[in-house]
Nanobody
Framework: QVQLVESGGGKVQAGGSLRLSCAAS????????MDWYRQAPGKQRELVAA???????NYADSVKGRFTISRDNAKNTVYLQMNSLKPEDTAVYYC????????WGQGTQVTVSS
């Protein structure tokens, strides 16, 4: 059974940083393409960052240069380091495995105040 558990969200002021974690079970993150999505109130869920099986990364233009996706194979965990946070980054953040698009965790709330 595939499970994804996000954590690390919180409330920060603009310019601050947070590191989100996604602990995976039932899948091996090192051999799966993994994504981070976010959903702000009243908006559609959007792709924020992606890491391929080979380790290549891609980012939405809105977070490029500020966010970094990475993974720890030993911990079977995917991370999203978020720096220089802006109020528009406020959202619930979710991780997702490309091969298991239908499986979502509970998400973790990130709130950035100005």
């Amino acid at each position: 059974q595939v499970q994804l558990v996000e954590s690390g969200g919180g409330k920060v002021q603009a310019g601050g940083s947070l590191r989100l974690s996604c602990a995976a079970s039932g899948i091996i993150v090192s051999i799966n393409a993994m994504d981070w999505y976010r959903q702000a109130p009243g908006k559609q869920r959007e792709l924020v960052a992606a890491i391929t099986r080979g380790g290549s990364t891609n980012y939405a233009d809105s977070v490029k240069g500020r966010f970094t996706i990475s993974r720890d194979n030993a911990k079977n965990t995917v991370y999203l380091q978020m720096n220089s946070l802006k109020p528009e980054d406020t959202a619930v953040y979710y991780c997702n495995a490309v091969r298991y698009r239908h499986i979502w965790g509970q998400g973790t709330q990130v709130t950035v105040s100005s």
